[in-house]
């Protein structure tokens, strides 16, 4: 009486007869063997240095266009021409109004942003960067690229918007 005895992870078969082994069989495949993918879990210090530069170059930018927007708000550019015909100033007080409330909304956002950039520098130094906080598996660079900021993978986004 034979008996197999099988080990999935290498494909070993072992055959018995009364307690004694009479031979054993041992065959792979190829996704066990050499060629199997080691799935990525970090990304190395080069790649972290392009995103950080990424990150760098965009925080910059950010900062920028919100001392922009800041000053829109402050009216540090303005010549004080604006209030000199008497005839429309109502409908300039309201057309201003509403300027201004936009001016806000978008300093806040990119407010948002910077921190998000911020805080994606963080991650880089912790070594938590460009990994999904839903699936735990790394985000694809492409999608770093275009959004260094971003702590989702696209499958986890797309689950998450619907």
């Not at 070993?12 to 004694?20: G, L, V």
């Not at 919100?66 to 309201?94: P, Y």
Request: some cysteine; aromatic content about 6%; proline content about 1%.
């Amino acid at each position: 009486m034979y008996e197999q005895l099988l080990c999935k992870s290498l494909h070993i078969s072992f055959y018995f007869a009364s307690d004694n082994l009479i031979f054993a069989t041992l065959s792979t495949t190829r996704n066990i063997m050499g060629t199997k993918k080691v799935e990525k879990t970090i990304y190395s210090e080069k790649e972290l240095s392009e995103f950080e530069g990424i990150i760098n170059d965009k925080l910059t930018k950010a900062q920028n266009e919100l001392l922009l927007l800041k000053n829109s708000l402050s009216r540090n550019n303005d010549t004080g021409t604006a209030a000199t015909a008497g005839t429309s100033k109502v409908l300039e007080d309201g057309a201003e109004t509403i300027e201004k409330e936009n001016l806000s909304q978008l300093a806040a956002r990119q407010q948002k942003f910077i921190t998000n950039l911020e805080n994606a520098l963080v991650r880089i130094k912790n070594g938590t960067y460009g990994v999904c906080k839903k699936t735990g598996k790394l985000i694809g660079k492409e999608r770093l690229r275009a959004v260094p900021h971003t702590t989702l993978s696209i499958e986890a986004k797309l689950q998450q918007d619907q």
